[in-house]
């Protein structure tokens, strides 16, 4: 089936360091990919979706300068987040869908998840 | 109103029990409905899909689907432990991205 990598798993780091999470397709080429942020206890909610070539389009509030979104290959995007702060501490999810799954509303394929804790 | 509706739960139920987890969902021309399971710490993992109205059952797990009364449902037969986690619901809206329901959290108690 269809895999989608994510890295890293975990990250810490201090206060105003920027932190980038990639997320890879890896059998299939994704044309859309979709960047979640889910805090504890709390439900998954989509921050942005970008599609391959194209600017991310952000969810209302989301700040588009602090978390950086790029989709330059079909089989990666990459989310940067800027000069992170604790309250960016959260679980961090990519998923992606190629032409193919989005044509024929199959689901989305997740990646594993980045944890990102700031200090 | 809320695109896609879940009760947040939790929903205790003894092992061996049914759960029945229920979503409703704004939009009539939706035509894909799935589940997925999130354990604490780990990403969504897709357990049951379904397209048409009525029933769907794939081992414990049987998902229902009712279009006019835009409806899904979600029952896990013989419940285990193991199935103690945070079921999503997620429905493709047309033209749009998938859209989730904030989860119920289900605990099985031995």
């Known amino acids: 089936g269809a895999v989608v990598s994510q890295h890293p798993s975990w990250v810490i780091c201090k206060s105003g360091t920027s932190v980038k999470i990639e997320c890879r397709s890896l059998?299939?080429?994704?044309?859309?990919m979709f960047w979640y942020r889910q805090f504890p206890k709390q439900s998954l909610m989509l921050m942005a979706t970008s599609n391959e070539g194209s600017k991310a389009t952000y969810e209302q509030g989301v700040e588009k300068d602090k978390f950086l979104i790029n989709h330059a290959s079909l089989t990666l995007s990459t989310l940067t987040v800027t000069s992170a702060h604790p309250e960016d501490s959260s679980f961090y999810i990519c998923?992606?869908?190629?032409?193919?799954?989005?044509?024929?509303?199959?689901?989305?394929?997740f990646g594993d998840g980045t944890r990102l804790s700031i200090l | 109103q809320k695109e896609v509706e879940q009760n947040s739960g939790p929903l205790s139920v003894p092992e061996g029990a049914i759960a029945s987890l229920n979503c409703t969902y704004s939009?009539?021309?939706?035509?894909?409905f799935f589940w997925y399971r999130q354990y604490s710490g780990k990403s969504p993992e897709l357990i049951m899909s379904?397209?048409?109205?009525g029933d769907k059952e794939d081992g414990r797990f049987t998902a229902q689907l009712n279009k006019a009364s835009q409806y899904v449902s979600l029952l896990i037969r013989d419940s285990q432990p193991s199935d103690s986690a945070t079921y999503l619901c997620a429905v493709n809206f047309p033209g749009y991205d998938m859209r989730f329901g904030a989860g119920t959290r289900l605990t099985v108690k031995p």
């Open positions: 939009d009539r021309v939706s035509q894909s």
């Open positions: 379904i397209y048409s109205n």
């Open positions: 998923s992606a869908r190629d032409r193919v799954t989005l044509l024929s509303n199959q689901p989305q394929h």
């Open positions: 059998d299939f080429q994704a044309t859309t």
